[in-house]
């Protein structure tokens, strides 16, 4: 063989060899891409689910802060009708309970449900059991203190996710602007409400008109009226900013006789003589004399001792004074305001029912009940106010919440001899009454007066010596509340020569909530 044969022959050997390593070589470069590529498509299908996950997440959290947002701008905007005086107030029969709605996404549809409960008391950080317990019912009757907003966000269902999965709840409270501020202004009836009073005008001049009671309310303007604190009673329509203040006027004269009253722009001075009004006993107005030293023989009437035919007189002032009865005699609503009558007179007067004070019944001090009286006036800024409209306790010093145990007393007939103590009933019983065993040792004889305790449900209450607070009960000839003891509620009626309470609205404590 030629050394050329020989090494064709080798060199095919090799090459054949080389063939065989080149196929395994192969074989192993598609097994091991293969098992590469199984390890990335299990690596990439293993974060789909996260993925869509984490972008459904955040989108479901923006549409749940969006029905947050959605139901706050409904409880803002939930305003009722302005009131004579202009002012606008929040109707509680447009709060919102729930609402639905959708958010535009280049992602897909978002929505949201939101629920809405109310609260007297702030529900943040409370227990389920806590929110179920005192939940106010919706749409309330009551004015609410807070709103828990509980707004769920919701996106559209994914293939790879379960329904739920990525939807988020968030929860917010939103604290109402509140006043219980007294809105002075309100309707004078007749002794056993038959009848209210009404300008024929308003402006100066007009005369006033009994009206029955089926047509009262049909014109606030001329129906409201001001007992203000200079012991003038005005129109209260004519006291708005910008306006003239009007006043009942009359008699012309000390000589006069029975006359009409008339509405005249409200005076300063000794001239004011014929337009100060003090209330008394036998539900009246009697008017002051002209050097404003003394009560005067002339009281307010329908110009009639009759009681029928009431309906369309002219109110009148004239020297008959009625007791007690419908031609002569007066049921004011408490919103008529309490003139003057405060601390610094010595009466007690109750926030709810704000022309109202502590009346011994009758000047009963035997009587079996106190009650509430519309507040008796003493225009001299003497000594003529009377005994049982005087009632001595002391206020707690600047800065202290409280002051007692300590007597609430009057002196009968303004004698010091004649003292006699409030005293608080048993446990079973709600009545208050008077005393003259008066004895600083006697349980029943000690109040504590509360003042700003930092709390206003707690302030400016009279608690006796078993914790319960003076309120109003039932009432009295139908006209006026009797004075009892109750639990304490932390209610207005149960507060006395209080100020009010002004809140501003607030939202805040955000969490996302699970549950609900």
Same mark, same amino acid.
């Given at each position: 063989?030629?050394?050329?044969?020989?090494?064709?022959?080798?060199? #095919?050997?090799? $090459?054949?060899?080389? &063939? /065989?390593? +080149?196929?395994?070589? !192969?074989? @192993?470069?598609?097994? *091991?891409?293969?098992?590469?590529?199984?390890?990335?498509?299990?690596?990439?299908?293993?974060?789909?689910?996260?993925?869509?996950?984490?972008?459904?997440?955040?989108?479901?959290?923006?549409?749940a802060e969006a029905g947050v947002e959605a139901a706050l701008s409904?409880?803002?905007?939930?305003?009722?009708?302005?009131?004579?005086?202009?002012?606008?107030?929040?109707?509680?029969?447009?709060?919102?309970?729930?609402?639905?709605?959708?958010?535009?996404?280049?992602?897909?549809?978002?929505?949201?449900?939101?629920?809405v409960s109310y609260y007297k008391e702030n529900p943040a950080g409370?227990?389920?059991?806590?929110?179920?317990?005192?939940?106010?019912?919706?749409?309330?009757?009551?004015?609410? #203190?807070?709103? $828990?907003?509980?707004? &769920? /966000?919701? +996106?559209?269902?994914? !293939?790879? @996710?379960?329904?739920? *999965?990525?939807?988020?709840?968030?929860?917010?409270?939103?604290?109402?602007?509140?006043?219980?501020?007294?809105?002075?202004?309100?309707?004078?009836?007749?002794?056993?409400?038959?009848?209210?009073?009404?300008?024929?005008?308003?402006?100066?001049?007009?005369?006033?008109?009994?009206?029955?009671?089926?047509?009262?309310?049909?014109?606030?303007?001329?129906?409201?009226?001001?007992?203000?604190?200079?012991?003038?009673?005005?129109?209260?329509?004519?006291?708005?900013?910008?306006?003239?203040?009007?006043?009942?006027?009359?008699?012309?004269?000390?000589?006069?006789?029975?006359?009409?009253?008339?509405?005249?722009?409200?005076?300063?001075?000794?001239?004011?003589?014929?337009?100060?009004?003090?209330?008394?006993?036998?539900?009246?107005?009697?008017?002051?004399?002209?050097?404003?030293?003394?009560?005067?023989?002339?009281?307010?009437?329908?110009?009639?001792?009759?009681?029928?035919?009431?309906?369309?007189?002219?109110?009148?002032?004239?020297?008959?004074?009625?007791?007690?009865?419908?031609?002569?005699?007066?049921?004011?609503?408490?919103?008529?305001?309490?003139?003057?009558?405060?601390?610094?007179?010595?009466?007690?007067?109750?926030?709810?029912?704000?022309?109202?004070?502590?009346?011994?019944?009758?000047?009963?001090?035997?009587?079996?009940?106190?009650?509430?009286?519309?507040?008796?006036?003493?225009?001299?800024?003497?000594?003529?106010?009377?005994?049982?409209?005087?009632?001595?306790?002391?206020?707690?010093?600047?800065?202290?919440?409280?002051?007692?145990?300590?007597?609430?007393?009057?002196?009968?007939?303004?004698?010091?001899?004649?003292?006699?103590?409030?005293?608080?009933?048993?446990?079973?019983?709600?009545?208050?009454?008077?005393?003259?065993?008066?004895?600083?040792?006697?349980?029943?004889?000690?109040?504590?007066?509360?003042?700003?305790?930092?709390?206003?449900?707690?302030?400016?209450?009279?608690?006796?010596?078993?914790?319960?607070?003076?309120?109003?009960?039932?009432?009295?000839?139908?006209?006026?509340?009797?004075?009892?003891?109750?639990?304490?509620?932390?209610?207005?009626?149960?507060?006395?020569?209080?100020?009010?309470?002004?809140?501003?609205?607030?939202?805040?404590?955000?969490?996302?909530?699970?549950?609900?």
């Amino acid at each position: 063989m030629d050394p050329t044969t020989g090494l064709l022959r080798r060199l #095919a050997v090799w $090459r054949d060899r080389d &063939e /065989g390593v +080149a196929m395994m070589s !192969a074989i @192993l470069m598609v097994l *091991l891409m293969g098992a590469l590529s199984t390890i990335i498509l299990a690596l990439v299908l293993s974060q789909v689910t996260p993925t869509q996950f984490a972008r459904k997440n955040t989108r479901t959290i923006f549409a749940a802060e969006a029905g947050v947002e959605a139901a706050l701008s409904q409880i803002r905007s939930a305003a009722a009708a302005p009131d004579f005086t202009g002012s606008v107030y929040g109707s509680l029969a447009a709060l919102p309970c729930t609402l639905t709605g959708t958010v535009a996404d280049s992602g897909g549809e978002l929505r949201y449900d939101v629920r809405v409960s109310y609260y007297k008391e702030n529900p943040a950080g409370r227990s389920d059991s806590w929110l179920a317990a005192n939940v106010m019912s919706c749409r309330p009757v009551q004015q609410p #203190a807070y709103a $828990r907003v509980v707004a &769920e /966000g919701y +996106a559209e269902d994914l !293939a790879r @996710l379960d329904a739920t *999965l990525g939807d988020r709840t968030l929860a917010t409270v939103y604290q109402f602007k509140t006043t219980n501020t007294n809105i002075a202004g309100g309707r004078i009836y007749t002794f056993g409400d038959g009848f209210c009073l009404r300008a024929d005008g308003i402006t100066a001049g007009s005369n006033v008109t009994y009206v029955d009671k089926a047509s009262c309310g049909e014109d606030d303007e001329r129906e409201l009226w001001l007992y203000d604190v200079d012991y003038m009673i005005k129109l209260a329509s004519s006291t708005l900013p910008g306006s003239t203040p009007l006043c009942i006027t009359g008699p012309p004269s000390t000589s006069s006789g029975t006359v009409r009253v008339t509405l005249e722009t409200c005076k300063t001075g000794t001239a004011r003589w014929n337009q100060l009004y003090s209330w008394e006993g036998g539900a009246r107005w009697r008017g002051e004399n002209t050097s404003i030293t003394n009560y005067s023989s002339y009281c307010l009437s329908s110009g009639s001792t009759s009681g029928t035919g009431i309906a369309g007189r002219k109110l009148s002032v004239g020297t008959s004074c009625a007791g007690d009865s419908a031609w002569g005699s007066f049921n004011p609503d408490p919103a008529v305001g309490a003139g003057a009558a405060s601390i610094t007179t010595r009466q007690i007067v109750n926030y709810l029912e704000f022309g109202r004070c502590f009346d011994v019944t009758d000047t009963d001090v035997g009587k079996a009940f106190m009650i509430v009286y519309p507040c008796k006036q003493d225009p001299s800024g003497g000594t003529l106010l009377d005994w049982n409209h005087k009632w001595y306790y002391s206020e707690p010093a600047v800065g202290s919440p409280s002051l007692g145990p300590q007597q609430i007393y009057v002196l009968r007939s303004n004698s010091t001899s004649q003292k006699y103590c409030l005293q608080t009933p048993g446990a079973g019983g709600q009545y208050v009454t008077l005393t003259s065993a008066c004895s600083t040792s006697a349980a029943n004889q000690r109040w504590t007066r509360y003042q700003d305790t930092g709390n206003y449900g707690t302030s400016y209450t009279f608690v006796d010596h078993l914790g319960r607070c003076i309120g109003l009960g039932d009432k009295y000839n139908g006209s006026w509340s009797k004075i009892v003891v109750t639990s304490c509620t932390g209610g207005i009626d149960q507060k006395w020569n209080a100020p009010p309470l002004d809140v501003e609205a607030s939202v805040g404590d955000y969490v996302e909530a699970y549950g609900g």
